[in-house]
């Protein structure tokens, strides 16, 4: 998780990057050239500057949430009892109830088994912990799609078809293929 956080953060970084860049290329732009056109490019462009700008940040708020998931499994690592002491626990508890022909060990028994419960306890909290957290780092809001910088319609003023028939503009194109 903590390379998938330091991925995160690099392409937050690389994002930050390119939209700043972007943004600067359309100043530069739009500083030398005026007009309608120029108008129409910067009003495309900015919307997707924006948009990198936004799943920049967006990207930095993944690495955060895949930083606090590390930290919810370490403190719900660190919280759980290790599985050799549970282990020595049982065997302990199988080697008092073998022995246990008189009811001499049933204290030590009794005392085993409230170890176990109080173990068994304490990694039920740590788990229950470890679940909640964990939920909340995993709300990950999904990454919206870069805006459209092109009308699908095209230009707006398009100059008007040619008013030849169709079969003189083929002959016209078979000419200039047959030159080159």
């Known amino acids: 998780m903590l390379a998938a956080a330091a991925a995160w953060d690099g392409l937050a970084a690389q994002l930050h990057a390119a939209a700043a860049s972007y943004e600067s290329v359309i100043s530069n732009l739009t500083a030398g050239w005026r007009g309608p056109s120029s108008s129409i490019m910067a009003a495309a462009a900015a919307p997707y500057a924006a948009w990198m700008s936004a799943t920049a940040a967006?990207?930095?708020?993944?690495?955060?949430?895949a930083?606090?998931?590390?930290?919810?499994y370490e403190a719900?690592?660190?919280?759980?009892?290790?599985?050799?002491?549970?282990?020595?626990?049982?065997?302990?508890?199988?080697?008092?109830?073998?022995?246990?022909?008189?009811?001499?060990?049933?204290?030590a028994i009794m005392a085993t088994e409230a170890q176990y419960a109080e173990m068994w306890a304490q990694d039920a909290a740590a788990m229950y912990g470890y679940a909640g957290a964990s939920a909340a780092a995993a709300q990950v809001t999904p990454f919206a799609p870069?805006?459209?910088s092109t009308n699908p319609?095209?230009?707006?003023?398009?100059?008007?078809?040619s008013r030849r028939p169709p079969a003189a503009r083929s002959r016209r194109t078979r000419n200039r293929l047959s030159r080159n």
Do not use: C, H, K, Y
């Not at 967006?58 to 949430?65: G, I, L, M, P, R």
């Not at 930083?67 to 919810?72: G, K, Q, S, T, Y």
């Not at 319609?153 to 078809?161: F, I, K």
């Open 67 to 72: 930083r606090a998931a590390v930290v919810a």
């Open 153 to 161: 319609a095209g230009p707006r003023d398009r100059p008007p078809p």
């Open 146 to 148: 870069p805006p459209r």
């Open 58 to 65: 967006q990207a930095e708020q993944t690495a955060s949430q």
């Open 76 to 107: 719900a690592f660190l919280a759980t009892v290790p599985p050799p002491v549970i282990a020595a626990n049982r065997a302990q508890l199988m080697a008092l109830i073998a022995t246990n022909f008189l009811g001499q060990n049933t204290p």
